[in-house]
């Protein structure tokens, strides 16, 4: 499974976009991109998944370069309710789901 | 839909006794998955099933630690003896097969504390 390196904490103020940059120099082939929102006392949430090039929904774009060896996760306009901690991890299917969350980033977004 | 159901939410016990926590998958979904997170380790991969069959149990700390899934909508984590640094708060994540890279989907976890 390929390791993860993110930044520890980031600080945000309301409206401003966040990028969270992710680092998986050794990301396989058959790896996808996964990220994970966790709030205190709650168990991590799906937020969004992707393979290669750009990915949006409702709650974030994730950005991958052509040689996957990192990704970005933008958060447009965050929110004090965006503050929490997030995880970046790759897998593949073929592991049987198996994902190892690293440190996180906690992001504290302020007024 | 009903997410991933954990009970209890909360445990406070005396070390020495047996711990038993409790997990409902999401219908539908065969792989089921027990976490530990603790500030000093971070959100750990205890042991995973798949149908019901536990796949890798490298994760579990030693053998006071027990998972059994008997049905596909029930698994338990065993701790026989607790003891005080099992005090964390463990997560339950079930997984649908069906499709890539399908997500895990996360109970809201039960906060053990051994005293």
């Known amino acids: 499974l390929a390791k993860t390196t993110q930044p520890i904490s980031m600080d945000s103020y309301e409206g401003q976009e966040v990028n969270i940059t992710c680092s998986h120099n050794?990301?396989?082939?058959?790896?996808?991109i996964t990220w994970y929102q966790q709030f205190p006392s709650q168990g991590p949430r799906f937020i969004i998944q992707?393979?290669?090039t750009k990915v949006t929904n409702e709650v974030a774009s994730l950005f991958i370069p052509a040689d996957r060896k990192s990704s970005t996760l933008s958060l447009p306009r965050v929110s004090l309710s965006d503050t929490a901690v997030y995880y970046c991890?790759?897998?593949?299917?073929?592991?049987?789901?198996?994902?190892?969350f690293g440190q996180g980033t906690e992001l504290s977004v302020k007024p | 839909d009903a997410g991933v159901i954990q009970s209890p939410r909360h445990e406070v016990t005396e070390m020495g006794q047996e711990v038993t926590l409790r997990c409902k998958p999401i219908?539908?979904?065969?792989?089921l998955f027990w976490y530990r997170q603790t500030m000093m380790r971070g959100l750990e991969l205890l042991i995973y099933?798949?149908?019901?069959?536990?796949?890798?149990d490298s994760g579990m700390p030693e053998d006071r630690f027990s998972a059994k899934m008997p049905n596909a909508s029930f698994s338990t984590l065993k701790i026989q003896p607790s003891e005080p640094r099992d005090s964390a708060v463990y997560f339950c994540?079930?997984?649908?097969?069906?499709?890539?890279?399908?997500?895990?989907?996360f109970g809201d976890g039960t906060r053990l504390s051994i005293l």
């Open positions: 050794n990301i396989a082939t058959n790896d996808y």
């Open positions: 219908s539908g979904h065969n792989s």
């Open positions: 992707g393979y290669k």
């Open positions: 099933f798949n149908n019901n069959v536990p796949i890798d």
């Open positions: 994540a079930s997984r649908a097969e069906r499709g890539p890279n399908q997500p895990q989907h």
């Open positions: 991890l790759v897998g593949a299917h073929n592991q049987g789901g198996k994902l190892i």
